[in-house]
């Protein structure tokens, strides 16, 4: 588990950095993207670090992200993860910093030997309200 604990914590502390590809190589070719941003789905052409290298341009500098709440199962060359992660940072523009808590669930497979991300899904919850808002302000 500390394999699969430091593939998950190394790729959040790269984001800082912004180096793309040392991220990207945390992933297994195919990988399945449910992240915040549209569409539901993320489409499979736009993996990559040219797809990440754009989303980071959008800060003053890349976005820190925290990892918390940590929680991994495995069997054999399969696992899962949990958490819940927060996403820092300045929009390009803007002067004012944002943070962001949302929820993780990763799933990864053991393949010659390393540990690879073959599914990530991020999600935000929303209001019950009937207003549909986005729950940014909460905190774990």
């Keep these: 588990m500390n394999e699969i604990q430091e593939v998950i914590e190394?790729?959040?502390?790269?984001?800082?950095?912004?180096?793309?590809?040392?991220?990207?190589?945390?992933?297994?070719?195919?990988?399945?993207?449910?992240?915040?941003?549209?569409?539901?789905?993320?489409?499979?052409?736009?993996?990559?670090?040219?797809?990440?290298?754009?989303?980071?341009?959008?800060?003053?500098?890349?976005?820190?992200?925290?990892?918390?709440?940590?929680?991994?199962?495995?069997?054999?060359?399969v696992a899962f993860a949990t958490s819940i992660d927060r996403m820092s940072g300045v929009p390009r523009g803007s002067t004012e910093a944002f943070s962001l808590w949302f929820r993780v669930t990763v799933g990864l497979r053991r393949i010659d030997g390393r540990w690879l991300v073959t599914h990530e899904h991020e999600s935000v919850p929303f209001e019950m309200d009937g207003s549909f808002r986005a729950s940014t302000g909460l905190t774990p």
């Design 10 to 77: 190394r790729k959040a502390a790269l984001l800082e950095t912004g180096d793309a590809k040392a991220i990207m190589a945390y992933y297994a070719p195919g990988f399945v993207e449910y992240n915040l941003a549209p569409p539901l789905r993320q489409p499979v052409e736009g993996q990559g670090a040219a797809g990440l290298e754009a989303w980071m341009a959008g800060f003053e500098k890349p976005p820190r992200r925290e990892v918390t709440q940590l929680e991994i199962t495995t069997d054999g060359d």
